[in-house]
């Protein structure tokens, strides 16, 4: 099977680097690095991230400067192993060198071995070790060639006791060479070097995997979350000062399947032609199945089956129309030949390949399979309008379905809430509601009015449309006081008399007797269908309502958003320190962060104070800021920084001290910035001008 070349990513230290999101991966990795022998394998679909992750995580250690050298290698496709040996010991010394000298590795891919070699003449670096590779070269001994280049990160890991980190991406493509995996595997053995290793979970990187046993985690990197492909989407379209309706943006990413490549590829087109246009559902269909049909997508998803030989792609199609059809049993009636067609696909992100079977990977591989295996049957300009509107029709429907599905979500979490409660009796009385908030949604304050109790529920589930509560009056588990609740929707715009006799013939069919309260939820609702309901003894409520009413349950503002800022201002006194930390404290409490965060904050707090006041003028200030923070997915962050006047901490010193240096000496400060990273998820230093520095501190909240 044909393969590509060599092809090196630029290491270059820059900003992201095209990196969104993955907050809480890159936050996971980094700390596991960071720590001696921490070793992982991300795996996950082709063009995920998996490299984006690498080159983020290479550039902040390289910023960070705090005795972990980072190593950053892309193991091409079908080299032989002399070349990638030279290649990979070139590589290494290049980067070790930038590492040093405290500068940026620029573009244009690696430098002779031979050139290294005059490079390492001014440096710590074993000029004995390129000796040895021509030697073993000369003498025709792979296993030694490759013992050389593969464990130097360890030799020098030994000699200069310096600590490395190797970021080796698509570390499948080692496992054409026995030599330089048991090469790196006898290195894991004897050191303790960090690694990430990433790539494909081929059979082969299951077995290493395996032998390694718990000497390395196996973690799956998938696509973005919806907040992180939010955020893509709009950086992306910042760019073009171009924006796209936001009830529009969950269905594309859904779409998309949440894959950053499809979302940069498809977004850089519609920036380019939208420029400072609003971009609508219809706009992103037809642009979507151009792209497939004949752009950049086109082209990728082609490559990947032209690259095949005839017989090759004539398996490869095969497979991939059964697997449109449904999952593929991959276990049994492969021959070897359909195995290694079958490997090469899931390789190349069309197909994956999971407990459940084999299927396609995504829903915009199986649009371009179906324009591939149907653009004999119609013109291209009819087989794209006919997608188009295919597309926009399911996208309506599912977006119908999602929001119904969501609106019962929060009925079952109201329900299970439920717990007798004394609430405001106008959260289920939608007249009276309107009356007096109109289309306005107040705050939980200025609802006022007569009460009502709600029951204890023990047991809730979804029947149909339908959110079904069972519970007692008052608590009191007695035949007399039990109660059923039946929550329903209604998902038209205005609930009209008929719609109302509708949901009341389906709520007669669900009855079981006994004592019932029916709830019915509608957007808004005619004056007839006011009088049906209500006549019936009905609760009526908008979700606006029902918001409200789980925000109540819940005890929480359920409007707040924004983030709280606090600010304060440190004279150089002594141990004004622990002002600041007191502050925080009561801050924390406030904020119903736990104890345990709350003290580790404090502590990193004082000793970031203390370095500001140490390296600030007598005269200076120390300027904090506290900013609190909610996540969408509930947890909370807080972030610190600490600036100090008239001073300049480099972070390049801000080093992890040395064990026996500091037992030996008489001066043993120089622990604060270890605390600081032991203590904090992510420490950060910038200059917001040349006489001062700045440091971030940021603690992420589990609530």
Same mark, same amino acid.
């Given at each position: =099977?044909e ?5 090196r990513?630029d290491t ?5 680097n095209g990196f ?10 980094y ?10 394998f991300?795996h996950g !679909?082709?063009r995920?991230g998996? #490299?984006e992750?690498l080159?983020?995580l290479y550039? #902040?250690?390289? !910023?960070?400067?705090?005795?972990i050298?980072?190593f950053?290698?892309?193991f091409p496709?079908?080299?032989d192993?002399y070349?990638?040996c030279?290649?990979?010991?070139s590589?290494f010394i290049r980067?070790?060198i930038?590492?040093i000298r405290?500068d940026? %590795?620029?573009s244009g891919g ?12 001014? @440096?710590?670096f074993?000029?004995?070790l390129?000796e040895d590779?021509y030697l073993?070269?000369e003498?025709n001994n792979p296993i030694g060639?490759?013992r050389v280049?593969?464990?130097a990160p ?20 080692i496992?054409?060479?026995r030599?330089?995996c048991?090469a790196?595997?006898?290195q894991?053995?004897i050191?303790?070097?960090?690694c990430?290793l ?7 990187v299951k077995?290493?995997i395996?032998?390694m ?11 973005f979350?919806?907040s992180e492909?939010?955020?893509? %989407? ?6 073009y000062?171009a924006r796209?309706?936001?009830e529009?943006v ?5 779409k998309?399947d949440y894959?950053?490549?499809y979302?940069k590829?498809l977004f850089?087109?519609?920036? =380019?032609?939208?420029?400072?246009? #609003?971009?609508?559902l219809r706009?992103f269909?037809t642009r979507y ?5 004949s752009?950049?997508?086109?082209l990728?998803f082609?490559s990947i089956?032209?690259?095949m ?5 004539? !398996?490869?199609?095969?497979l991939?129309?059964r697997? =449109?059809r449904?999952a593929i049993?991959?276990?049994e009636g492969m *021959?070897?030949s359909e ?11 069309l197909l994956?390949?999971?407990?459940h079977g084999?299927?396609?990977a *995504?829903p915009?591989?199986r649009?371009?399979?179906?324009? @591939?295996?149907?653009r004999?049957a119609e013109? &291209?300009?009819e087989?794209?309008?006919?997608k188009v509107?295919?597309?926009l029709?399911?996208?309506e ?10 609106i019962?979500s929060?009925f ?14 106008i ?8 009356e007096?908030f109109?289309?306005?949604? &107040?705050s939980?304050e200025?609802?006022h009015?007569?009460k ?8 809730v589930?979804?029947k ?6 069972y519970g ?7 035949e007399d006081k039990g109660?059923v609740?039946?929550?329903?929707y209604?998902? #038209?715009p205005?609930?009209s008399e ?7 013939s389906?709520v ?5 007797g006994g004592k019932e309260v029916?709830w019915v939820?509608?957007?808004?609702f005619s004056e007839?269908?006011i !009088? ?9 409520s908008?979700?606006a309502?029902?918001?409200?009413l789980l925000a109540?349950?819940?005890d929480?503002?359920?409007?707040k958003k924004?983030?709280y800022?606090?600010e304060i201002i ?7 320190e622990?002002?600041a ?10 904020a119903?962060i736990?104890e345990e965060?709350i003290?580790k904050?404090k502590m990193?707090l004082?000793e970031?104070?203390?370095?500001a006041?140490?390296?600030?003028t007598?005269?200076?200030k120390v300027? %904090? ?8 997915d509930g947890?909370g962050r807080?972030?610190i920084?600490?600036?100090?006047e008239?001073?300049?901490?480099r972070?390049? @010193?801000a =080093?992890? &001290? ?8 008489? @001066?043993k400060?120089g622990w604060?910035?270890?605390?600081m990273r032991?203590l904090m998820d992510?420490v ?6 040349p006489?001062?520095?700045r ?6 909240i589990?609530?």
């Amino acid at each position: =099977m044909e393969r590509k070349g060599l092809n090196r990513p630029d290491t270059t230290h820059t900003g992201n680097n095209g990196f969104h999101g993955r907050r809480r991966i890159f936050r996971e990795l980094y700390t596991l690095v960071s720590e001696e022998g921490g070793r992982v394998f991300l795996h996950g !679909r082709a063009r995920i991230g998996k #490299t984006e992750l690498l080159k983020r995580l290479y550039a #902040t250690l390289f !910023r960070d400067q705090d005795r972990i050298i980072p190593f950053y290698y892309a193991f091409p496709e079908d080299l032989d192993l002399y070349t990638l040996c030279k290649d990979y010991l070139s590589e290494f010394i290049r980067q070790y060198i930038a590492f040093i000298r405290n500068d940026p %590795i620029p573009s244009g891919g690696a430098i002779p071995l031979k050139r290294a070699e005059r490079l390492i003449r001014d @440096y710590p670096f074993p000029s004995s070790l390129i000796e040895d590779l021509y030697l073993h070269m000369e003498d025709n001994n792979p296993i030694g060639v490759a013992r050389v280049a593969f464990t130097a990160p360890s030799l020098l890991s030994t000699l200069e006791n310096a600590r490395f980190c190797l970021l080796l991406d698509d570390f499948h493509n080692i496992f054409d060479h026995r030599e330089a995996c048991d090469a790196i595997f006898s290195q894991f053995e004897i050191s303790r070097i960090s690694c990430v290793l990433s790539g494909q979970l081929t059979s082969e990187v299951k077995a290493f995997i395996g032998k390694m046993g718990d000497r390395i985690r196996s973690l799956e990197l998938s696509g973005f979350t919806p907040s992180e492909g939010r955020e893509a %989407i709009s950086s992306i379209l910042r760019r073009y000062d171009a924006r796209i309706r936001e009830e529009e943006v969950q269905t594309i990413l859904k779409k998309l399947d949440y894959h950053p490549f499809y979302i940069k590829v498809l977004f850089d087109l519609i920036g =380019m032609e939208g420029r400072g246009s #609003t971009i609508d559902l219809r706009g992103f269909y037809t642009r979507y199945f151009k792209e497939i049909s004949s752009g950049t997508l086109h082209l990728y998803f082609s490559s990947i089956l032209e690259s095949m030989d005839p017989g090759e792609r004539k !398996r490869a199609l095969a497979l991939l129309r059964r697997a =449109m059809r449904g999952a593929i049993d991959s276990r049994e009636g492969m *021959d070897p030949s359909e195995r290694e067609v079958k490997e090469y696909l899931v390789a190349k992100g069309l197909l994956r390949d999971t407990d459940h079977g084999l299927s396609l990977a *995504d829903p915009v591989v199986r649009d371009y399979l179906d324009l @591939y295996f149907n653009r004999g049957a119609e013109s &291209p300009e009819e087989l794209r309008a006919r997608k188009v509107w295919e597309g926009l029709k399911g996208a309506e429907e599912e977006k119908e379905a999602s929001h119904v599905e969501g609106i019962l979500s929060l009925f079952r979490r109201c329900l299970e809430r439920f717990s007798c409660q004394t609430v405001p009796g106008i959260l289920f009385d939608y007249p009276a509601f309107k009356e007096d908030f109109g289309d306005r949604t &107040p705050s939980l304050e200025e609802i006022h009015g007569q009460k009502l109790s709600l029951p204890k529920m023990v047991g809730v589930c979804q029947k149909g449309g339908f959110v079904i509560g069972y519970g007692f009056e008052g608590g009191l588990y007695r035949e007399d006081k039990g109660v059923v609740w039946r929550v329903g929707y209604i998902p #038209t715009p205005l609930v009209s008399e008929d719609d109302a006799l509708r949901f009341l013939s389906e709520v007669e069919g669900l009855q079981e007797g006994g004592k019932e309260v029916v709830w019915v939820v509608g957007k808004d609702f005619s004056e007839g269908a006011i !009088r049906a309901l209500k006549g019936k003894g009905l609760f009526l409520s908008s979700p606006a309502q029902v918001e409200l009413l789980l925000a109540l349950l819940e005890d929480r503002d359920y409007r707040k958003k924004e983030p709280y800022l606090f600010e304060i201002i440190l004279p150089a006194l002594s141990e004004v320190e622990l002002v600041a930390a007191r502050a925080v404290e009561e801050i924390g409490r406030k904020a119903s962060i736990d104890e345990e965060s709350i003290n580790k904050i404090k502590m990193a707090l004082i000793e970031a104070c203390i370095n500001a006041l140490e390296y600030g003028t007598k005269e200076g200030k120390v300027h %904090i800021k506290v900013l609190l923070e909610d996540e969408e997915d509930g947890d909370g962050r807080v972030t610190i920084y600490v600036e100090n006047e008239g001073g300049n901490v480099r972070p390049l @010193y801000a =080093m992890e &001290p040395n064990l026996e240096e500091k037992f030996g000496s008489s @001066y043993k400060r120089g622990w604060g910035f270890k605390l600081m990273r032991l203590l904090m998820d992510e420490v950060s230093f910038d200059r917001p001008s040349p006489s001062s520095t700045r440091l971030k501190l940021v603690k992420y909240i589990k609530r």
